[in-house]
């Protein structure tokens, strides 16, 4: 107190810049102090359409930034979450209420460079190669999707899905528009609108990406991907289809290399773990992973798979579609046209003396028997079965 007499700065600043406090205890004190929610940015999933709704300048100017609505309020990340008068101004720009939680100081400009700043950037290269004359489908071919801005915003929008733990990306049509959309923890936002003059050039960048054919526009596509993001291998899957607004695309993020491999990586808990391993590494029986869309059930399989014996043991899956090649693990496409589904793969596989099998997902009754005779015949199947929640 004595030190702050005649200091501009706060108590809370001195404290931390004499090293008497690290920032994230006087945060985590004054969270306990006001009976306010502590956020951790690292771990904290920010809604990035968000950021339109509050200016960059402000954000920075008082140290906060949204991160979600809650409940009909705006969760606002502060470093001082006592000043009144900073909620108030807040709320009469945003015309929300404001919930503040408590966050630090250095996380919170390092969110505020992150999220600001890759908006802004993705903007940047598509006004790039949106402000020459518009493509024609005429026009457009893989040359034209291979110049540098339409690449990067691609790799843009890919790398804040990864950031934002996505499941999804949208890229969808409007009239007068392109809207990118992020699925974070079962929610779609909508992140971006791009003019609708980017279209083309970005479906095509993606569909190259994949493997598909640029040209096709009207009939269904899907294909895959892997890319580096920040340094670490990320697989994606694309389906596009044709809409009354233009060709969408959408792109499940899959994971990275080294959250697929381990499952201390999918965030279970020691002692889930331990039980886990008990029950995949049975001789025989079944396990399934229940769960809605684009909650980790194929993640988890994989995972599993990872920790069974390949050289003692013959594993073969069923996909629809493969999504990770695995050395060591015998992996078959579901491909309806040669008549190779989940029940009749079953069926084929059943002759080629399997220890362990994986199926993608049990979807009707024809599969769910096969797996089960399965199970009931000296075999370990592991599935998926989808589900609202896995109660």
């Given at each position: 107190m004595k030190q702050q007499t005649g200091d501009s700065r706060r108590l809370g600043n001195i404290l931390i810049d004499e090293g008497w406090l690290t920032a994230e205890s006087l945060a985590l004190g004054l969270s306990i102090h006001l009976n306010l929610p502590f956020a951790d940015l690292s771990q904290q999933t920010i809604n990035p359409e968000l950021t339109r709704i509050i200016p960059e300048n402000v954000a920075r100017r008082y140290q906060l930034i949204p991160v979600e609505i809650s409940n009909g309020s705006l969760v606002v990340v502060m470093e001082d979450p006592?000043?009144?008068?900073v909620i108030n101004e807040i709320s009469a720009l945003t015309g929300m209420n404001i919930t503040p939680s408590v966050g630090v100081g250095m996380d919170i400009k390092s969110a505020i460079d992150l999220h600001y700043k890759a908006n802004k950037e993705i903007e940047r290269e598509v006004a790039e190669f949106t402000g020459s004359a518009t493509l024609t489908d005429a026009d457009l071919d893989a040359s034209a999707v291979l110049e540098d801005p339409v690449v990067r915003a691609v790799d843009m929008i890919l790398q804040q899905g990864?950031?934002?733990?996505?499941?999804?990306?949208?890229i969808v049509p409007d009239h007068d528009s392109v809207r990118v959309r992020y699925r974070v923890d079962g929610m779609l936002t909508d992140a971006l609108t791009l003019p609708h003059g980017s279209h083309y050039q970005l479906l095509s960048r993606i569909k190259i990406l994949a493997g598909m054919n640029i040209a096709e526009r009207r009939r269904p596509q899907d294909g895959q991907?892997?890319?580096l993001i920040e340094g670490d291998e990320t697989f994606f899957r694309v389906s596009t289809s044709d809409t009354t607004g233009g060709e969408m695309?959408?792109?499940?993020?899959?994971?990275?290399?080294?959250?697929?491999?381990?499952?201390?990586?999918?965030?279970?808990?020691?002692?889930?773990?331990?039980?886990?391993?008990?029950?995949?590494?049975?001789?025989?029986?079944?396990?399934?992973?229940a769960g809605p869309t684009g909650s980790g059930k194929t993640t988890t399989l994989y995972a599993a798979l990872n920790q069974l014996d390949r050289k003692r043991y013959n594993i073969l899956t069923i996909e629809d579609p493969v999504e990770y090649n695995f050395q060591g693990i015998n992996q078959i496409q579901v491909n309806r046209?040669?008549?190779?589904?989940?029940?009749?793969?079953?069926?084929?596989?059943?002759?080629?003396?399997?220890?362990k099998i994986m199926v993608g997902e049990i979807r009707d009754i024809e599969t769910a028997n096969a797996a089960v005779q399965a199970a009931l015949t000296g075999h370990l199947v592991l599935s998926s079965i989808h589900a609202n929640d896995a109660a």
């Amino acid at each position: 107190m004595k030190q702050q007499t005649g200091d501009s700065r706060r108590l809370g600043n001195i404290l931390i810049d004499e090293g008497w406090l690290t920032a994230e205890s006087l945060a985590l004190g004054l969270s306990i102090h006001l009976n306010l929610p502590f956020a951790d940015l690292s771990q904290q999933t920010i809604n990035p359409e968000l950021t339109r709704i509050i200016p960059e300048n402000v954000a920075r100017r008082y140290q906060l930034i949204p991160v979600e609505i809650s409940n009909g309020s705006l969760v606002v990340v502060m470093e001082d979450p006592t000043d009144i008068s900073v909620i108030n101004e807040i709320s009469a720009l945003t015309g929300m209420n404001i919930t503040p939680s408590v966050g630090v100081g250095m996380d919170i400009k390092s969110a505020i460079d992150l999220h600001y700043k890759a908006n802004k950037e993705i903007e940047r290269e598509v006004a790039e190669f949106t402000g020459s004359a518009t493509l024609t489908d005429a026009d457009l071919d893989a040359s034209a999707v291979l110049e540098d801005p339409v690449v990067r915003a691609v790799d843009m929008i890919l790398q804040q899905g990864v950031r934002d733990r996505a499941s999804d990306i949208h890229i969808v049509p409007d009239h007068d528009s392109v809207r990118v959309r992020y699925r974070v923890d079962g929610m779609l936002t909508d992140a971006l609108t791009l003019p609708h003059g980017s279209h083309y050039q970005l479906l095509s960048r993606i569909k190259i990406l994949a493997g598909m054919n640029i040209a096709e526009r009207r009939r269904p596509q899907d294909g895959q991907f892997s890319d580096l993001i920040e340094g670490d291998e990320t697989f994606f899957r694309v389906s596009t289809s044709d809409t009354t607004g233009g060709e969408m695309a959408t792109i499940r993020i899959l994971g990275r290399t080294e959250s697929i491999l381990n499952l201390p990586g999918l965030g279970m808990q020691a002692e889930v773990i331990e039980k886990f391993n008990q029950v995949i590494h049975s001789p025989f029986g079944m396990v399934l992973v229940a769960g809605p869309t684009g909650s980790g059930k194929t993640t988890t399989l994989y995972a599993a798979l990872n920790q069974l014996d390949r050289k003692r043991y013959n594993i073969l899956t069923i996909e629809d579609p493969v999504e990770y090649n695995f050395q060591g693990i015998n992996q078959i496409q579901v491909n309806r046209a040669a008549d190779i589904t989940f029940a009749s793969g079953l069926r084929g596989v059943m002759r080629l003396d399997p220890d362990k099998i994986m199926v993608g997902e049990i979807r009707d009754i024809e599969t769910a028997n096969a797996a089960v005779q399965a199970a009931l015949t000296g075999h370990l199947v592991l599935s998926s079965i989808h589900a609202n929640d896995a109660a």
